[in-house]
């Protein structure tokens, strides 16, 4: 996730990642690994990193 680097953006950064977590396992994803933040070096963005993981059956992909 790339976050503004706008001083005026009203983020709550963590209230967004926990609610976008709590969607990914309601809709059967595991997170994998959670980053530290992390700051871009050419545009000085904060950055998070998440990595997420689904199992799938080959029925549900033919569906999907």
Known sequence: MFYSND???AIDITSSEIELMKTLVEKNWLIAR???HYL???TKQMIK???VERTMTLS???NS
Do not use: G, H, K, M
């Open 34 to 36: 959670s980053q530290e």
């Open 60 to 62: 549900e992909i033919a």
């Open 7 to 9: 001083e005026d953006a």
């Open 49 to 51: 990193n998440l990595t």
């Open 40 to 42: 871009d070096p050419n």
